[in-house]
């Protein structure tokens, strides 16, 4: 059975701010950085933390993926904007929009800021909470490298697509729905891969249309092009695959077509020659703020109403609790907190490898 500790939050935190700024990243713009990956973390979302942190790593040194975030202003129209983000720090472009989006939406009522050449920027629901936290509705979209395949089809084709969407409740939480396109996304199956196990059935397929659970393989034919994650609603139009692949396709729209962006297979990350290049990723933040619609603790009341409505709503016999998005999340922070964040075999053996050719000698993991 592979060995897994606990590490405190505070190190782990340390341990991210010190590779993004030993890599190159200002200290102020590390900590951005920091910040994003460490409320995964907490919120007990394995595949976007610690566990990308060696992403990140690589992507660096790979040379596709600059520690210089350098924006550029493509348009700027009111309560409206396009930036162009030169292949940067995913989370600090997407800091900086989300931001102006707020700003704007101060102003206007509403603001939006859509991102091309972006890189990956963590979860969404960071993003979303940002709004959250200033009395705001705030969305969120990205596109990303190809895994789904289209309904009926075979050959990853669109990125996961995450949705999120977070408004401000009366309760100790927010509602922040944050979830991929697909299933199941690409981060969750690393996090089986690090843990050795299979990937569930009902994941991902092969070029046959069968279901693929060979964890290790299947990130490589990811790549290949010769395995596919499944949308949601899964592969029939019986079961609501349509309605997966629809929204699908409408965040790869609107983190592309608005933004003069790249789109689908212009994101593999790989040239015609086999060589590395930027991801290109497209992103979209909006901000809504309540107070031009309505009085705000007005909107909270009858947001956390209905979270209750829905909690203290009759349960199935087998379950003991209806959950709402945002509240697992709030109590999974408590607990890692408390407890430290999870860190298996595989896990620290890529934080060795970071620590070691950064020459950090002063952090033990």
Request: hydrophobic share 40%; charged share 25%; aromatic share 8%.
């Amino acid at each position: 059975m592979a060995v897994e500790k606990r590490v405190p939050v505070s190190k782990i935190y340390e341990l991210m701010q010190r590779v993004f700024t030993e890599l190159g990243v200002p200290e102020s713009e590390a900590k951005i950085c920091a910040d994003v990956l460490i409320e995964s973390d907490l919120s007990g979302i394995e595949s976007h933390g610690v566990g990308r942190l060696k992403m990140y790593y690589d992507r660096i040194k790979a040379g596709v993926q600059f520690v210089e975030t350098k924006i550029d202003v493509i348009q700027d129209f009111n309560a409206i904007a396009v930036w162009d983000g030169n292949h940067g720090m995913g989370h600090l472009i997407s800091h900086r929009a989300m931001q102006s989006a707020i700003d704007r939406a101060k102003k206007f009522g509403i603001g939006c800021v859509a991102v091309r050449n972006s890189t990956h920027f963590g979860i969404c629901g960071y993003y979303a909470r940002m709004a959250c936290d200033q009395d705001m509705v705030g969305l969120c979209f990205t596109n990303a490298r190809p895994s789904i395949a289209p309904l009926f089809g075979v050959a990853p084709m669109l990125g996961t697509n995450p949705i999120c969407f977070g408004a401000p409740t009366n309760k100790p939480y927010p509602f922040i729905y944050d979830a991929a396109t697909s299933i199941s996304q690409r981060g969750k199956v690393e996090v089986y891969a690090r843990a050795n196990k299979p990937t569930p059935e009902g994941w991902a397929i092969d070029k046959e249309g069968k279901p693929y659970t060979d964890t290790q393989q299947l990130l490589k034919d990811l790549i290949s092009g010769d395995a596919s994650m499944v949308g949601l609603g899964g592969m029939e139009e019986l079961t609501g695959g349509h309605k997966g692949y629809g929204l699908a396709v409408m965040v790869e729209i609107l983190s592309a077509a608005l933004q003069s962006g790249s789109f689908m297979e212009q994101l593999h990350g790989w040239d015609s020659n086999g060589k590395r290049v930027p991801y290109k990723l497209g992103h979209l933040f909006i901000a809504m703020d309540i107070s031009k619609f309505t009085e705000i603790e007005e909107f909270k009341r009858i947001s956390g109403d209905i979270l209750t409505r829905l909690q203290q709503s009759p349960k199935r016999p087998d379950k003991d609790r209806i959950w709402v998005a945002g509240e697992k999340e709030y109590y999974k922070e408590k607990e890692i907190r408390e407890k430290g964040i999870k860190i298996n075999e595989n896990l620290q053996k890529n934080i060795d490898i970071m620590l070691k050719e950064l020459n950090i000698t002063d952090l033990e993991i």
